[in-house]
C-alpha cells in the first residue's frame, strides 16, 4: 500500500494485534499490504484528516486477486468495482503524478522497491535521480 504521510516528522502507527509499529516519515511509504490492513484501522482518524493519503486502484471484481484490502466501489453504478492498494505500476503518468510521487519521496527503502519493481523506463531514470539525490544528502525529505 502507498500511503504518503503529509506532516513533518515520523510517526508509529501500532498494528494491531501485537507490539509491531509502522513508521512513516514525511513523504511516501510503502507498505506491506497486510501490515497496513492490520493498522490501517489504528491509522484512520490520521487518514479522515487528511495527514495519511492512501493510493488506491479500482478494478473489477473478477481482478480482486488476493488483495488484503478491499473497499467496495460507492458509486451505484459500478457495485462490480473494488479499490485495491496501489503500486507503484498503477500510478498513471497523467499530470506527473508518478513523477511527481517519485520526486517527493525521501525514504531510501520505498525508492529501493519501486526502481526494482517498475517497468516505465522514464520513471526508472526519475527513480535513479532521486536514490542518488537522497543517497547524497543533495536533497533531504
Sequence with gaps: MIVKHNK???????????????????????????????????????IKS????????????????????????????????????AKLKDIPRTGNKVINMVKTTFHPPTLTKWYESELRQDVRIELQKQIDAVNTGTIKG
Design 8 to 46: 513533518d516528522g515520523n510517526i508509529g502507527i501500532p498494528v494491531k494485534g501485537s507490539t509491531d509499529v509502522v513508521s512513516l516519515p514525511p513523504s511516501y511509504s510503502d507498505v506491506d499490504d497486510a501490515r497496513w490492513a492490520a493498522c490501517r484501522e489504528n491509522a484512520m482518524r490520521m
Design 50 to 85: 487528511g495527514e495519511i493519503t492512501e493510493e488506491w486502484v479500482k478494478v473489477d471484481l473478477a481482478d480482486v486477486g488476493d488483495a488484503v484490502i478491499q473497499i467496495e466501489s460507492e458509486i451505484g453504478t459500478e457495485k462490480a468495482k473494488r479499490l485495491i492498494p
